[in-house]
Nanobody, 128 residues
Framework: QLQLVESGGGLVQPGGSLRLSCVASGFNLNNHVIGWFRQAPGKEREGVSSISIGGRNINYATSVKGRFTISRDYAENTVYLQMNSLKPEDTAVYLC?????????????????????WGQGTQVTVSS
């Protein structure tokens, strides 16, 4: 069964940090572009960050740039999202997704429909 599994979410105070992990089951994560998305209640799914297969091309949403860092561990077949200086507006379900590296990926990485494997998500709540 092909699936992605996220972990690392939880409740954290404003200004705190969390590290999310995304692992694959049934396929090699290293062969796909990986994106992190988030969805808050009543809002559309939002692209947070993405990383290319080779790890050199990385994208961030403006709202998280400078606070979040995406990385991949090829040996562990895992992609991480390090989240620092968390704010209440970061509260959402965070999902990872796998997609193909297209020629225009740099300008389309945030479009959910371009990803074909999705995890179930992990809840991140930022509150005092």
């Amino acid at each position: 069964q092909l699936q992605l599994v996220e972990s690392g979410g939880g409740l954290v105070q404003p200004g705190g940090s969390l590290r999310l992990s995304c692992v694959a089951s049934g396929f090699n994560l290293n062969n796909h572009v990986i994106g992190w998305f988030r969805q808050a209640p009543g809002k559309e799914r939002e692209g947070v960050s993405s990383i290319s297969i080779g790890g050199r091309n990385i994208n961030y949403a403006t709202s998280v740039k400078g606070r979040f860092t995406i990385s991949r561990d090829y040996a562990e077949n895992t992609v991480y999202l390090q989240m620092n200086s968390l704010k209440p507006e970061d509260t959402a379900v965070y999902l990872c997704a796998a997609g193909a590296e297209r020629s225009n990926w740099g300008s389309t990485w945030y479009i959910p429909s371009l990803y074909y494997y999705w995890g179930q998500g992990t809840q991140v709540t930022v509150s005092s």
